[in-house]
């Protein structure tokens, strides 16, 4: 996490993610760069515009200050004229952040970000790791000022839903913290009148079809998990059970009647996820 890159739209709710990336600041030497889209500007039709160009300032000044003032080197950026998604994901082709931290909702309305939106859309776009965080839930799944002590992995058997694992390893090394396995047996419709059964496999079963990844893990402590369920809904739930600080998973991974959809899973744990979410795209 030398280089995390935080794009903020001047609200209360878009700056909650600087306490999560307050708790990702192990490494002495981090740079944290904020970035702000503003909305284009025609000074010409409408003078007082350089208000927003000005208050975008002072926003990122202040932010600047108080992630400064706990040790981390920051710089900040304002860009205009734009769409928010596509600038973010441009200054980071340019840039190339070690991670993406935003939160999933901001302002909103005519003129301002529909923040929900352009956050799905960098996860389903970046390149570079994404770390999401709903504001609507800031006393749950990472308070300020906690360290990350639990990290949840959801993974549905293919070698792209495990390409998170290295990094997952580096984040895990550096607060010391441990890593949840979680395999999820998922739930079939009924097809016509005859239900479709599937018996759930055994913890030993699971161990052993999880147990390959430890490998990649080596260093963290690990545990394994299973729930009988639809996967999202699974992965909330577990994360609810064990307090996790952070649910990492990739954004895609094998489709089929046997294999997760995991970019609509990641968006759907990521619209109600009350913790932050560590995404990587697979491709």
Same mark, same amino acid.
């Given at each position: 996490?030398? +280089? @995390?890159?935080?794009? $903020?739209?001047?609200?209360?709710?878009?700056?909650?993610?600087?306490?999560?990336?307050?708790?990702? /600041?192990?490494?002495?030497?981090?740079?944290? *760069?904020?970035?702000?889209?503003?909305?284009?500007?025609?000074?010409?039709?409408?003078?007082?515009?350089? #208000?927003?160009?000005?208050?975008?300032?002072?926003?990122?000044?202040?932010? *600047?200050?108080?992630?400064?003032?706990?040790?981390?080197?920051?710089?900040?950026?304002? /860009?205009?004229? !734009?769409?928010?998604?596509?600038?973010? /994901?441009?200054?980071?082709? +340019?840039?190339?952040?070690?991670? @993406?931290?935003?939160?999933?909702?901001?302002?909103? !309305?005519?003129? *301002?970000?529909?923040?929900?939106?352009?956050?799905?859309?960098?996860?389903?776009?970046?390149?570079?790791?994404?770390?999401?965080?709903?504001?609507?839930?800031?006393?749950?799944?990472?308070?300020?000022?906690?360290?990350?002590?639990?990290? $949840?992995?959801?993974?549905?058997?293919?070698?792209?839903?495990?390409? @998170?694992?290295?990094?997952?390893?580096?984040?895990? *090394?550096?607060?010391?913290?441990?890593?949840? #396995?979680?395999?999820?047996?998922? /739930?079939?419709?009924?097809?016509?009148?005859?239900?479709?059964?599937?018996?759930?496999?055994?913890?030993?079963?699971?161990?052993?079809?999880?147990?390959?990844?430890?490998?990649?893990?080596?260093?963290?402590?690990?545990?394994?998990?299973?729930?009988?369920?639809?996967?999202?809904?699974? @992965?909330?739930?577990?994360?609810?059970?064990?307090?996790?600080?952070?649910?990492?998973?990739?954004?895609?991974?094998?489709?089929?009647?046997?294999?997760?959809?995991?970019?609509?899973?990641?968006?759907?744990?990521?619209?109600?996820?009350?913790?932050?979410?560590?995404?990587?795209?697979?491709?």
């Amino acid at each position: 996490m030398k +280089k @995390i890159l935080v794009p $903020l739209d001047g609200s209360t709710l878009s700056d909650h993610i600087l306490e999560q990336v307050d708790r990702l /600041l192990v490494r002495e030497d981090a740079e944290v *760069r904020l970035l702000r889209v503003l909305p284009p500007v025609d000074y010409e039709a409408a003078p007082d515009q350089r #208000l927003s160009v000005l208050e975008a300032q002072r926003h990122l000044g202040a932010c *600047r200050e108080e992630l400064s003032a706990r040790g981390a080197s920051v710089t900040s950026v304002a /860009l205009a004229n !734009g769409d928010p998604a596509g600038k973010i /994901l441009e200054y980071a082709d +340019k840039y190339r952040p070690s991670l @993406i931290a935003m939160s999933t909702h901001g302002r909103t !309305g005519l003129k *301002r970000w529909s923040r929900g939106s352009v956050a799905e859309r960098v996860l389903r776009h970046s390149p570079f790791p994404v770390l999401l965080w709903n504001p609507f839930h800031p006393g749950r799944g990472g308070a300020k000022g906690r360290r990350i002590g639990t990290i $949840l992995v959801p993974l549905d058997g293919s070698a792209r839903s495990a390409g @998170i694992l290295p990094l997952v390893r580096e984040v895990a *090394r550096s607060f010391g913290a441990q890593v949840v #396995l979680l395999h999820v047996t998922e /739930l079939y419709p009924a097809v016509g009148d005859v239900p479709v059964l599937q018996l759930p496999p055994t913890p030993a079963q699971v161990a052993r079809s999880l147990a390959r990844y430890r490998k990649v893990l080596k260093g963290v402590t690990v545990r394994i998990r299973s729930e009988l369920g639809t996967p999202a809904a699974s @992965i909330l739930e577990a994360a609810r059970k064990e307090k996790v600080d952070l649910i990492a998973m990739t954004t895609h991974g094998r489709s089929g009647v046997t294999r997760w959809a995991f970019g609509s899973v990641a968006e759907q744990v990521l619209r109600h996820c009350p913790y932050p979410v560590l995404a990587q795209r697979e491709v």
